[in-house]
């Protein structure tokens, strides 16, 4: 046999799929489907409030708010992974975003909600979604090794595209007869079913899984702060952070001027949950696409660069569109075409990553970049939009500045690997 032959023979080894592996990755795409599937229900309801309350104009204020929460949150969060094992830090994370959800059932169902509730509730919602997906792709990282996450982590996301899809589908089809608090029970009740597949997972990385059990089940000691000075002083760390503001610089561009079409245009609650459903139902059925075929293929043969660099050679494509003819149906499109990217090739390329760095780093900064640097970028972003329609800039400026967040992503995206291999060499 040739030394080419045994690499091949070596590489088809690493990369085998065992019986066990498709088994916990069903049940982590199921897991998936409810997270999502509970976010979606409500994002409908968050994007209506949104736009009714003033579209872009109040967004800066809006993500400031959550950004704010976020800060607040995260030394709770730390200190609970510090001080618990996952087996009970992730069900006191979901059961309390479960309990809020129906807290809020009544204050989101006024058709004229006072302007502080629609805040509270908006700002609710922004944060229950960064900290329930956050958790689950820290477990993920925590379940897998890298070469598991090639193979697994693209079908295991169609589990949440489905949710993502099933969730809008629900809040457009049944909004009129169960109205919005409804919405937010069913929520709270995919929440409880995403609970039961941590323990599912749990036993089975307890009993098959590849990483050492008995570690990944202690504490991980460290104070609340360990996350935050990680993403500072790590330079895989603080390449993803960087990555991470400058695709909020393009989804929060496309965003806000999805919210003004959606003002400007639309008169009703339920005419403009149903756009924002209809955007988000499109862009998952496109997401499916890259989570099956694409991003598995280019994840296994090529590496997590490749997926990386698609999706920004996209974005520089479709912003350069909405940049030389702007109007309403290219801009849905670009948004379309860019969260499809995001979640289809960049998160399971860049989730992958994560497979290759320490514990710590996984759950404490990795959290912090998913939730207060995410909503950070938000807030820079949109009142840097606000400062720009100030001094007579328009959509083609803020198209110019989102492509420019695109070829600086490429850049970005070569460092985070780069370094993340240097993790996995130190292992």
Known sequence: ??????????????????????????????????????????????????????????????????????????????????????????????????????????????????????????????????????????????????????????????GGTLGAIAGPTVAKTLVADIGI????WLSSGALVAALLCVFLLSHWAKHHGRRD???????????????????????????MAILMLLADVIGTMLYALNSDIARDTMTTAIARTEYFAGIDQSANLLQIVYQLIVAPLLLVRFGPLAAMLLHCALNVVVLSMVGFMPGAEITMVAMIVSRAGAYGLLQPAREGLYTRVPRELRYKAKAFIDTAI??????????????????????????????????????????????????????
């Open 1 to 158: 046999m040739t030394q080419l032959q045994q690499a091949q023979d070596s590489e088809s080894a690493i990369y085998a799929v065992t019986a066990r592996d498709l088994q916990a990755a069903l049940i982590a795409a199921v897991y998936f489907f409810f997270v999502l599937g509970s976010y979606y229900l409500v994002r409908p309801v968050r994007e209506q409030l949104g736009a009714a309350a003033g579209g872009s104009d109040v967004l800066p204020w809006l993500w400031t708010g959550t950004f704010i929460a976020t800060l607040v949150l995260t030394p709770f969060y730390g200190g609970i992974v510090a001080r618990y094992p996952r087996r009970i830090f992730m069900p006191i994370a979901y059961t309390f975003f479960a309990m809020g959800m129906i807290a809020f059932s009544s204050v989101a169902s006024s058709e004229h909600p006072s302007a502080w509730s629609a805040i509270a509730f908006y700002i609710w919602v922004s944060v229950f979604n960064l900290f329930v997906v956050a958790v689950f792709w820290s477990f993920m990282a925590d379940l897998f090794t890298d070469a598991q996450a090639r193979r697994l982590f693209g079908p295991i996301g169609v």
């Open 181 to 184: 608090s409804g919405l937010l």
């Open 213 to 239: 059990a008995n570690v990944a089940e202690q504490a991980m000691g460290g104070g609340w702060w360990a996350g935050v000075k990680s993403v500072w002083n790590d330079p895989f760390m603080r390449a």
């Open 374 to 427: 995410w909503r950070a970028g938000d807030v820079v972003t949109s009142f840097g939009m606000n400062g720009l329609r100030a001094i007579g800039l328009g959509v083609p400026a803020f198209a110019a500045m989102a492509v420019l967040a695109s070829a600086a992503s490429a850049l970005f995206s070569w460092r985070a690997v780069r370094h993340a291999d240097a993790h996995r060499s130190e292992e």
